[in-house]
């Protein structure tokens, strides 16, 4: 064979490892796998989902349902909590987005920088941890489990799903009052006792008012809006701490109802102390449970005087007849 056949030889050769090269099939990609590799839903009895800023919640499931641990197993929303535990145990290892350490930080997956910590704890008594970091995009965010360093963009769960609030997790309503049926309504504060009774065509009137002096009804009837749909921020549990401030009371509003068939009920409200971010610690007499109150649904109760109460009697107008005239 002489030198030129050899040289063409040579270039068929090279096309044909290029077009075997270019028109070889493709491995198939590998079939996602389950990110905690035989996790079961019933498996899981209790989480604690965190943010790097420290607020925290916890949920426990167990013969009553859906509870806050740390708060004597105040109910909280089970089919919620289950749907969420769905999301978590059908997880895959798909969509691979990063194998590298150094890219934790970024994606807000790292261990000391994340959006969430999802903490699942086992009948068997052992854990899975789960990060959840930056959204893309709409309904996606990234993930990774804790003890590998390959990040997955999820498409079925996000950030959002994983409320580091109590209030996500459970009725927000501590205290409801039938508005309607509401008669009377008393006020005992620092500043003095206020006791008021309703008439039937719905105005207000007050115990021991001076000649003139009238009921401001805007503000009553704001009492009795709040009082009647009250909501909380949180639980804190069935033991009073001296910390609430509830043996000593900043307010206590009681109500007493009167429904169409006469029959009288009371409700009382006590109001503590205020406990950082503006929230009261409140007891209810309708709930067991002593729980955490917005100050603006309640720090009024603590602080209203008669004079935020009462309007005083209209000034006197100046006579409409003509002054004598000075000679």
Known sequence: MNLRNRFLLGVFAVQAIVLVALFWPEPPPPTPEQLFAGLERDQIVQVTLSDSTGRRVQLARGPEGCTFPDADGYPCKLDKMLSFLD???????????????ASHRRLS???????????????DGTSRKLFLGTSPR???????????????????????????????????????VPRDDVVAITLNNAQGRFEFERDGAGEWDMEG?????????????GI?????????????????????????PGAVLTVET???EGNTRTYELLVGAEMGDEDFAVKSSESEYHVLIPGYSVKDFVEKTRENLVDPPPTPTPSATSTSETP
């Open 258 to 260: 009167r429904d169409a």
């Open 87 to 101: 999301k978590i145990v059908a997880l895959k290892s798909e969509k691979l987005v990063s194998q590298t350490a």
């Open 209 to 221: 008012l001076a000649a003139g002096e009238t009921v401001d009804q805007a503000v009553l009837n």
């Open 138 to 176: 709409l309904r996606s965010v990234h993930v990774r489990a804790v003890g590998q360093s390959a990040v997955y963009l999820a498409t079925t769960i996000s950030t959002t799903d994983a409320a580091v609030r109590a209030i996500s997790w459970t009725e927000s309503r501590y205290l409801s």
């Open 224 to 248: 009795l809006s709040r009082v009647s749909a009250l909501s909380m921020r949180r639980p804190l549990g069935l033991t009073e701490l001296d910390s609430y401030g509830l043996q000593d």
């Open 109 to 123: 997956v790292a261990d000391d920088e994340f959006g969430r910590l999802i903490e699942l704890e086992l009948t």
